[in-house]
């Protein structure tokens, strides 16, 4: 299948949400695989996008949103303890003096090498003078304080999928947190 080249062509592998058959929303999958989907008879297309794909002898227009026509039963994904998740779950701000930046490190609250663990509850987003000034030291010792408690984020739809809702809005009917935005899933309430 090639795209049809026009004035209104997307990129050819545009983003596709796909749905379990209760609406949940599973994954992200290119073009080409909602396609294979939906032709195998394995799912429905509920919403399309600008463009169409073209075969020998078909053309088909470009999928946004399919859902799968039977159940997926799978478990709740985890959030993986990385370094970009960290800052993604502290917002990119340094939990310590409250700058947002980029330019973050991490932190253990308790240090390692005094029994601390590498563990989402130990580790928080920490500018270069804030990481630098604590050291390997407790709270106590540095006299500093956290702007938030440390914890595990919950892998909700929105927070797997919060990085596409301003390119695709289309998506955002399908994914019930999104109104409430970060709220919902970065904060220790919603980790409960």
Known sequence: MAEREGANSEPVDNSVLVLNQN???LNVCTTRRALVLVMGGKAEVLEHTLGEWRSASRVFAK???IRIVYVIRRPRPLVKLTRREVFIRDRHTCQYCGIRTRDLTIDHVIPRHRGGKHEWENLVSACRLCNHRKGGRSLEETHMRLLHKPFRPVASAYYILH?????????RKYIPEWELGAEQDLTPAAAS
């Open 23 to 25: 609406y949940e929303p």
């Open 163 to 171: 990085q596409y809702l301003d390119t695709y809005e289309e998506w």
């Open 63 to 65: 999928p946004s949103v």
